[in-house]
């Protein structure tokens, strides 16, 4: 991977990483949304705005932080092999997201349906910023 790769593919890792983000804290959301009849506006408005500012950022370090290592494998093994494909990074997507379910939890559960849907939005948005130009760089003009 040459370096003026770099810049696409760490632009499309982190918008990834921000789709991700943004789907695993849409279940608090979702939950606060839900409740309002029950709790009110007023109390979920706190709520919602403390996720906004202070659990989201933090997810998304996390998500970061988590994906970094397997990510990069995926996007290497893309790059060298000019996979332009969604059809391969949603998968590997879904897969990044079990993987990381099952080394923070271990368990077997309905919630890490979510980790994977997480990842296969990231693999979406992934291909979007970046796959869809894998290996591009360093090829003569058509």
Known sequence: MACETCP???NGWFRGCLTAATTLAALPVIAMILSLP???LEENLGGIITLVLFVLPLILILV???SGMPAALVI???EALRIRSVLFYVP???AIGAFIWRI?????HPLGLLFVLAGALAGIAYWFAAGKYAGE??????
């Open 76 to 78: 290497l093994f893309g």
């Open 38 to 40: 029950y709790r009110g």
């Open 137 to 142: 760089e360093g090829q003569p003009e058509r």
């Open 64 to 66: 970061c932080l988590l």
């Open 104 to 108: 923070t939890v271990g368990a077997n």
């Open 8 to 10: 696409r593919v760490v």
């Open 92 to 94: 590997a997507g879904a």
